[in-house]
Nanobody, 120 residues
Framework: QVQLVESGGGLVQTGESLRLSCEAP????????MGWYRQAPGKQRELVAH???????TYADSVKGRFTISRDSAKHAVWLEMNSLKPEDTAIYYC??????????????WGPGTLVTVSS
């Protein structure tokens, strides 16, 4: 089992910034890709940003140019820098880690979620 610890959510106004953090402080397993997902009320969970173990990043079209994902693989940590926030960014944000034991996938791990609220 890999436990992910998230922090950094909160209430901000339109145009402001937030930085989300996620870390797996105690794991003996390998973590490859890491990502951030979000789920707004009444909507399905969607991918926001993903970063591979080699640092290749992918973003949802809705956040390109505003959000930046980064990681420290040695610390099993990933961050999401969110700038120019909009009310439509309001959601619960979840960290995800692709977990492996050797070459065997363990199915991934999810953080508990952190709420981001952007007021207009």
């Amino acid at each position: 089992q890999v436990q992910l610890v998230e922090s950094g959510g909160g209430l901000v106004q339109t145009g402001e910034s937030l930085r989300l953090s996620c870390e797996a402080p105690k794991t003996i397993f390998t973590i490859r890709g890491m990502g951030w997902y979000r789920q707004a009320p009444g909507k399905q969970r969607e991918l926001v940003a993903h970063i591979t173990e080699t640092g290749v990043t992918t973003y949802a079209d809705s956040v390109k140019g505003r959000f930046t994902i980064s990681r420290d693989s040695a610390k099993h940590a990933v961050w999401l820098e969110m700038n120019s926030l909009k009310p439509e960014d309001t959601a619960i944000y979840y960290c995800h880690a692709e977990t492996y034991s050797g070459s065997m996938s363990l199915g991934g791990a999810w953080g508990p979620g952190t709420l981001v609220t952007v007021s207009s």
